[in-house]
């Protein structure tokens, strides 16, 4: 494809879809400019050295509360693709609740899962509305679930907090990985206090933001991760990409500054700090990641750029091509599970 027809494609997808689902699920605040003066004082100015106006911040502010994703349903189970499951609950780090599945195997071998930010341990439902502004493909975690199951590994999979049915936490704030690093070592507490999985061979699944919590849980406890063999992550993302390219899309993307400080006002953080790039040298277990390469919400560098400052010399990238949508990626396993499959059975033996 062309490099211009691609940027084309992927300004209307942002356009036409990403941001009037930001407008659907967020309360706006929206200033009258008759009420309100057209020009907002900030701590830091525009690059350009104008005030922001008032049409321009209540932009800034809609995107803002994409830090407290709606939460989306659970829709379907293990037994929807019949497996038999349990379900079972713990607490993370911090004592959140975690409501999660236990999809039983014959063997001693354990994948710990979690998802991505606005989803769950079932996925997206990308086919329904208003989900499916935001993106309309579905994402089924349960097609991966039940091909590690076919292959022999126990499966445990839970929401993280402000996701699916786990509890509330940090105001309703997602920080991609800045508080839910905490759900991935209370994963991993159960799973070690467990009589049933306690002497079990570890693995983690853990797409995008799940994936961003795993690497700065191994930088900030790294003695849970003793018994952890493979990691398999799907899409590690840093914030600051995908939010550049969308406020740019509405005119505002010289007002980043703005948008951090919107974030932080509700509670979150700044988009740059919401990245894997600082924790992953940390990352001393064998990793296996995946990206499509022309994905519209990411930049190839930033994926090649954690791999490349990845702390273990035993790992793998490999590239989805022919495909722009991101959500594409989070399906991939289930429906191509070979690499995934020879990736744990190689270092989990």
Not at 94 to 118: K, Q, Y
Not at 120 to 141: A, I, K
Not at 146 to 175: F, I
Request: proline share 6%; aromatic share 12%.
């Amino acid at each position: 494809m062309h490099c211009s027809k691609k940027k084309q494609k992927r300004a209307n997808y942002w356009q036409d879809r990403v941001f009037p689902f930001f407008i659907s699920c967020c309360s706006i605040l929206i200033i009258d400019g008759a009420q309100t003066s057209n020009e907002i004082k900030y701590e830091r100015k525009p690059k350009m050295g104008e005030p922001i106006s008032a049409d321009s911040l209540a932009i800034v502010q809609a995107l803002a509360q994409g830090v407290k994703p709606q939460r989306a349903p659970v829709l379907n189970t293990p037994a929807d693709h019949g497996l038999e499951y349990e379900d079972v609950f713990f607490a993370s780090l911090d004592g959140v609740p975690l409501e999660a599945w236990f999809i039983p195997a014959d063997s001693n071998r354990l994948i710990i899962c979690n998802h991505p930010m606005t989803m769950n341990r079932y996925g997206f439902p990308g086919h329904l509305e208003p989900w499916s502004q935001f993106n309309d493909v579905e994402v089924d975690f349960n097609r991966i679930y039940k091909v590690l199951h076919e292959a022999d590994y126990n499966v445990l999979t839970y929401d993280m907090r402000n996701h699916g049915s786990s509890g509330a936490a940090n105001g309703g704030v997602s920080g991609a990985g800045l508080y839910e690093w905490r759900d991935v070592v209370g994963a991993l507490q159960y799973a070690q206090n467990s009589m049933a999985l306690k002497d079990m061979v570890v693995g983690l699944f853990n797409p995008c933001a799940g994936g961003n919590a795993a690497m700065i849980a191994m930088t900030r406890r790294p003695e849970y991760f003793s018994d952890v063999k493979a990691f398999v992550c799907p899409q590690p993302a840093s914030m600051h990409i995908g939010m550049k390219e969308i406020a740019s899309l509405q005119g505002v993307g010289e007002h980043m500054d703005e948008l951090d400080q919107e974030q932080r006002k509700l509670g979150g953080f700044a988009n740059k700090k919401m990245s894997p790039h600082p924790y992953a040298p940390n990352v001393k277990v064998p990793t296996f990641i995946i990206q499509v390469r022309d994905d519209s919400w990411s930049r190839p560098e930033d994926v090649q750029t954690t791999f490349d400052r990845l702390g273990t010399k035993e790992k793998k990238l490999y590239w989805i091509e022919g495909k722009t949508e991101r959500f594409d990626g989070y399906n991939y396993f289930g429906q191509h599970p070979e690499q995934m499959i020879e990736f744990f059975d190689t270092y989990m033996k």
